[in-house]
């Protein structure tokens, strides 16, 4: 695992010269457009990168960008890796690995998701407080390598308290609204059924999804500093009386891309300069 995670980093470090972007970003569904904002984009397709895996979801355009926002360097993933798509755990945690080994110190996930809360709606933003692990498995199983982290990782603040701070004072300069809310992961790709989601509601969940959480883990795991945010697209099942569809991840994505871009934006040019872990 070690070798491969190198091989990939001394790849992407050699097509982005001397660049050393301390933030790395993952873009969920429909929210990928951020990435082709960047000042001096150098672009990286997944396939060309060594042990790599591909996406193959719609909307995720699959590839790394490297290259300035807001005036700080960073490295950015347009689209992800799901464990729905037959990936094993390894593959789906591999990028934030790879982000890490190559010197990335604070990690900004983002996803599209389904509305638990019922004060939601569909375009909500929504800061992901903490989550909830609900795939069955741990992408930590297995023998621990130290060099990416200690044996048993804690938990309890896997989402950067400051960083959150941030995301809320930076809403408020902006005029957005940033909800809050606990993340569930759940395997997919099926949606929940109604009986799901009353009880997700039940254990405290505000938002479901189908990603984010192994990156998390990982990311804690090796030291990263954290912060989530998701966008609710639409509404899951039973709360509104109508059948799921992803077209209708991809609508709401869109209609509510500029405040999503906006806000990362600015939460990316005051973040710190040196990340804690």
Same mark, same amino acid.
């Given at each position: 695992m070690i070798e491969k995670l190198r091989e990939s980093a001394t790849a992407i470090q050699e097509r982005i010269g001397d660049r050393k972007p301390a933030i790395a970003m993952v873009l969920g569904s429909g929210l990928g457009e951020l990435g082709d904002e960047l000042k001096d984009p150098i672009f990286i397709p997944y396939e060309e990168i060594p042990h790599y895996p591909v996406s193959t979801v719609a909307g995720h355009k699959g590839r790394l960008v490297c290259g300035e926002l807001a005036g700080r360097q960073v490295l950015v993933a347009q689209g992800r890796q799901h464990f729905y798509e037959g990936y094993p755990m390894s593959d789906v945690i591999f990028p934030v690995r790879t982000m890490r080994v190559l010197g990335a110190?604070?990690?900004?996930?983002?996803?599209?998701?389904?509305?638990?809360?019922?004060?939601?709606?569909?375009?909500?933003?929504?800061?992901?407080?903490?989550?909830?692990?609900?795939?069955?498995?741990?992408?930590?199983?297995?023998?621990?390598?130290?060099?990416?982290? #200690?044996?048993?990782?804690?938990?309890?603040?896997?989402?950067?308290?400051?960083?959150?701070?941030?995301?809320?004072?930076?809403?408020?300069?902006?005029?957005?609204d940033l909800a809050?809310?606990?993340?569930?992961?759940?395997?997919?790709?099926?949606?929940?059924? #109604?009986?799901?989601?009353?009880?997700?509601?039940t254990i405290g969940a505000d938002a479901v999804g189908m990603s984010t959480v192994p990156e998390a883990i990982a990311a804690?795991?090796?030291?990263?500093?954290?912060?989530?945010?998701?966008?609710? +697209?639409?509404?899951?099942?039973?709360?509104?009386?109508?059948?799921?569809?992803?077209?209708?991840?991809?609508? +709401?994505?869109?209609?509510?891309?500029?405040?999503?871009?906006?806000?990362?934006?600015?939460?990316?040019?005051?973040? #710190?300069?040196?990340?804690?872990?």
């Open positions: 110190r604070t990690l900004v996930l983002t996803n599209a998701a389904g509305g638990i809360n019922p004060s939601f709606g569909e375009g909500t933003l929504m800061l992901i407080e903490d989550h909830i692990n609900l795939f069955g498995t741990n992408p930590l199983i297995g023998a621990n390598v130290e060099e990416l982290g #200690p044996r048993f990782s804690d938990m309890t603040r896997c989402y950067s308290a400051r960083l959150k701070e941030l995301a809320r004072q930076v809403a408020a300069q902006e005029g957005i809050a809310g606990v993340y569930a992961g759940v395997t997919g790709p099926s949606y929940e059924t #109604p009986a799901e989601i009353r009880y997700l509601r804690r795991h090796g030291g990263m500093e954290i912060m989530g945010i998701s966008c609710i +697209t639409n509404m899951a099942a039973g709360i509104l009386d109508k059948e799921l569809d992803h077209s209708e991840v991809m609508v +709401t994505a869109e209609r509510i891309k500029e405040d999503f871009k906006r806000l990362i934006r600015q939460i990316v040019g005051q973040m #710190p300069g040196e990340q804690e872990s």
